[in-house]
C-alpha cells in the first residue's frame, strides 16, 4: 500500500469513526448518546454524537436517538424523567419533544443478569418498563440500523385507542400540544389507564409524575 492510499484509507476510517460519513442515507441524522465511534451498530447510518447533557439539542434536526449503553443509575433516572449525563439527558429530552428513542439492548444485559427476582432487579425491571410505556424501544444491535433508517417514515396514525388497557379505558388527548398535571387530571376524572398523544406532545415534568403516580401509561400517536 503506498502512501496515498493509506492516507485515504485512514481519512475514510476517521471519518466513519466521528460520524461524518458522506455516504450515508439522506435524512435527518440519529442522534447518539456517547463519545463518537461509540456504536459500531450504525455504521452507514448518519449520526451525530452528544457526549454530555449540558445543552439542549434541537431535536427538529434529528430523526431520532439511540443509547448504546445504559447503567443502573441512568436507567433509573430516566424512568424518573430526571438528567444527569448524556444518555438519561438525552433519553428525557427527546421524549419531551416527542422524537423515537432507541436503546441498544445489549446496553442493558447486565439487567437480565442481576438477580431477576430479588428486590432491586425487579426495581430495575420496572424502571425499564416505565420506559416503554413511553415509547422507549429497546432494540438488538443488528436490528438497530434498520429502525434508523426507518425513524423518517410516517406510520399511519390510530383513529382511536383500539384497546382499552385491563386497568382503565384510554384518553384521547392528541389535540393538545402540551399537557400539564392539571388537562390530565381533568382529561382521567373518571378513570383511565393509557393516554393516547400526539407523536411531538410535550408532558409538562409535573404531569410526568402525576402519572407515574397514578400508574397510566402513555402512548404515542403513530408509535407501535
Known sequence: MDQAQLIDVVTKELIRRLG??????QGKPLLVAGEPGCCDA????????????????????????????????????????????????????????????????????????????????????????????????????????????????????????????ADGPCADLRSKKVLSERDLQEACANGCGEILVAARAIITPLGLDWLRLKGISVRREGAK
Open 42 to 165: 450504525l455504521e452507514g447510518v448518519c449520526v451525530e454524537y452528544r457526549s454530555s447533557g449540558d445543552e439542549t439539542p434541537d431535536w427538529s434536526r434529528y430523526s431520532g436517538a439511540a443509547i448504546p449503553s445504559l447503567s443502573e443509575n441512568q436507567l433509573v433516572l430516566a424512568s424518573f424523567g430526571l438528567k444527569y449525563g448524556a444518555e438519561s439527558s438525552t433519553m428525557v429530552d427527546a421524549l419531551l419533544a416527542g422524537v423515537p428513542v432507541y436503546v441498544i439492548e445489549e446496553g442493558v444485559a447486565w439487567r437480565r443478569a442481576a438477580c431477576p427476582a430479588s428486590p432491586l432487579g425487579k426495581h430495575y425491571a420496572a424502571c425499564e418498563a416505565k420506559l416503554r410505556s413511553f415509547g422507549v424501544r429497546f432494540v438488538p444491535a443488528a436490528k438497530l440500523a434498520g429502525c434508523a433508517a426507518a425513524a423518517d417514515v410516517k406510520q399511519p396514525a390510530p383513529a382511536v385507542c383500539v384497546e382499552a388497557p
Open 20 to 25: 461524518l460519513t458522506t455516504d450515508a442515507p
